[in-house]
């Protein structure tokens, strides 16, 4: 089953499918994934606390 296929959808969802997928495909997963508490759906948040995670030094 390719991941475009699956009726459901959210981040961690999508996460799972793919780390899935890689094992099925016998590749390596190069994913990680970050919750961001108390975010939610904002937007804002979630690109400041993106910002931070992807240029961190």
């Not at 016998?26 to 970050?34: A, G, L, S, T």
Request: charged share 15%.
């Amino acid at each position: 089953m390719l991941m475009m296929d699956v009726p459901a959808y959210g981040g961690q969802y999508f996460f799972s499918r793919a780390n899935a997928l890689a094992d099925q495909l016998n590749v390596p997963m190069q994913w990680q994934i970050q919750k961001v508490p108390g975010v939610g759906h904002d937007y804002k948040k979630m690109s400041q606390s993106a910002a931070a995670y992807l240029y961190r030094k």
